[in-house]
């Protein structure tokens, strides 16, 4: 079982920026993966950026560019830069974590972005 606690979101005026952290802990298995999905209302969460243990990261097109995910494996925390926020880029967060057999979630963190 991972537990997972992130922290940092929060209201900013769209050009703003906010900072997420979710730490994880300990594993009997190895996470193999970390990332951020979000959730906007009435639409299906989606993949934000996610980051491997290798240190290659992936993110959804719509925020290249302005966020950037950077990890901290002997600490198992992971790290959300946002910038350049939108309106659009408000949702819940949900920080997620992948070992070889589960994927596990954190409880979410509101972002709101207002125009």
């Known amino acids: 079982q991972v537990r997972l606690v992130e922290s940092g979101g929060g209201l900013v005026q769209a050009g703003g920026s906010l900072r997420l952290s979710c730490a994880a802990s300990?594993?009997?298995?190895?996470?193999?993966?970390m990332g951020w999905y979000r959730q906007a209302p009435g639409k299906q969460r989606e993949l934000v950026a996610s980051?491997?243990?290798?240190?290659?990261?992936n993110y959804v097109e719509s925020v290249k560019g302005r966020f950037t995910l950077s990890g901290d494996n002997a600490k198992n925390m992971v790290y959300l830069q946002m910038n350049s926020l939108r309106p659009e880029d408000t949702g819940v967060y949900y920080c997620?974590?992948?070992?070889?057999?589960?994927?596990?979630w954190g409880q979410g963190t509101q972002v709101t972005v207002s125009s």
């Open positions: 997620n974590a992948k070992t070889a057999y589960s994927a596990y």
């Open positions: 300990r594993s009997s298995f190895r996470i193999n993966a």
């Open positions: 980051i491997t243990t290798g240190g290659s990261t």
